[in-house]
């Protein structure tokens, strides 16, 4: 389930997301010229809301779904998983998305990578059909 790719992706527009628009609204803090162009500041400020939006979904995304990697398929130690458990607890979302880029994306690319290389090897060897029926079964249940 967590090693689709459409979720993985999904998931990667989450945090990166959540980076990006907050960065937006401080610079939009700091722009002090934005009064000499009343229609330039109204559309920035319809922009931040539809943002702010689509911010509060992925924030909200990136939580639950870390959390929920982190206690159903993280393969990391007894220790990294306190640790990230103690890091999700102090910082809320903040550390659902570091714990994104840091984990989740490093084992979800080994592991798609593993996948494709045992594919691609059935593939080549022009392996019996059990041997193909196997992986996909495995990337079903992934």
Same mark, same amino acid.
């Given at each position: 389930m967590f090693y689709n %790719?459409? @979720?993985f992706h999904a998931l990667r527009f989450a945090a990166w997301w959540t980076l990006i628009v907050p960065i937006a609204i401080w610079a939009y803090l700091w722009i002090e010229n934005l009064s000499e =162009? /009343?229609?330039?500041? @109204? @559309? =920035?400020?319809i922009a931040l809301v539809i943002s702010g939006v689509i911010s509060v979904v992925a924030i909200l995304a990136t939580w639950v779904g870390m959390w929920i990697y982190l206690f159903a398929r993280d393969d990391s130690s007894f220790g990294t998983k306190a640790f990230w458990f103690? !890091? =999700? =607890? $102090?910082?809320?979302w903040f550390g659902s998305i570091l714990y994104f880029f840091f984990v989740y994306k490093q084992q979800f690319l080994a592991k798609s990578s593993a996948l494709q290389t045992q594919l691609f090897y059935c593939m080549q060897t022009? +392996?019996? /059909?059990?041997? $193909? $029926? $196997?992986? !996909? +079964?495995?990337? %079903?249940? %992934?």
């Open positions: %790719r459409k @979720l =162009f /009343p229609w330039y500041g @109204l @559309l =920035f400020e103690i !890091v =999700f =607890f $102090l910082t809320a022009q +392996a019996t /059909p059990c041997c $193909l $029926l $196997l992986i !996909v +079964a495995r990337l %079903r249940l %992934r």
